[in-house]
């Protein structure tokens, strides 16, 4: 592999560098709504077993009337306004991803943490050789792209807690911009700046 060099952002096409931030906002926004797992729920009182008979007489207690130990005022009742099953997902636009992906990728241009590297690949297969490129970059956390991961690369990287690979398909606005550097592959940089 050859050594990763740090890409500037008037690298980056002219048209990088005039995004709205919001709509990278907007992307992780919906991001995360789709990844809640919705599966909060409670039973109300028409769902709760039981209550067929009416618990007490109507009158003559000197109580409350209890009409159903379905009730929510009984324990094992109903819950009152409880979790249901909800639709999280965020509705964001074809064009607003395009955009949030490159003001995310521009991002990391602007506070120098975006390397290209002709290629990333480790033949030996081992972590101390991925180790050493984490190292040569000097940042906190990475993430890897490349165009497709090779089982010895990934086998080298896949041990290491502060760096994540991802292939060129799997690219969303939210990883990139949730790492502090982002590693990519010349190949798949080009292919991005290319549809710009």
Same mark, same amino acid.
């Given at each position: 592999?050859s050594?990763?060099?740090? $890409? ?5 096409p002219?048209? @990088?560098?005039?995004i709205?931030?919001?709509?990278l906002?907007l992307? /992780? ?22 209550? &067929?008979?009416?618990?007490?007489? +109507?009158?003559?207690? &000197? ?6 130990k379905? #009730?929510?005022?009984? /324990?094992?009742? &109903?819950q009152?306004? &409880? ?14 991803? $395009?955009? %949030?992906?490159?003001? %995310?990728?521009?991002? +990391?241009?602007? =506070?120098? #943490?975006?390397?290209v ?6 033949? #030996?297969?081992? !972590? =101390?050789?991925? $180790?050493?490129?984490i ?6 956390? !990475?993430?890897?792209?490349?165009? #497709? ?14 760096? @994540? ?7 969303? %606005? @939210? ?6 550097? $982002?590693?990519?592959? =010349? ?10």
């Open positions: 592999m050594n990763a060099v740090v $890409v500037k952002t008037n690298e980056l002219e048209s @990088y560098k005039d709205n931030s919001h709509n906002y992307y /992780v926004k919906s991001y995360l709504a789709a990844q809640r797992a919705n599966t909060a729920r409670v039973k109300n009182r028409s769902e709760v077993s039981g209550g &067929g008979k009416k618990p007490k007489a +109507q009158k003559g207690s &000197g109580g409350a009337r209890w009409g159903s379905r #009730s929510p005022l009984f /324990v094992g009742g &109903g009152v306004f &409880g979790p249901t099953k909800r639709n999280y997902n965020q509705k964001i636009n074809k064009k607003q991803k $395009v955009l %949030a992906l490159r003001f %995310a990728i521009n991002a +990391q241009a602007e =506070k120098g #943490s975006l390397f590297s002709d290629s990333i690949s480790i033949e #030996s297969g081992k !972590t =101390k050789d991925a $180790v050493s490129i190292n040569e970059l000097n940042q906190r956390d !990475t993430l890897i792209i490349v165009e #497709s991961i090779e089982e010895k690369t990934y086998l080298a990287f896949r041990n290491i807690k502060n760096c @994540y690979m991802i292939e060129r398909q799997e690219i969303n %606005a @939210y990883l990139i911009s949730a790492y502090h550097s $982002v590693l990519i592959e =010349k190949s798949v940089l080009e292919s991005l700046t290319k549809e710009a």
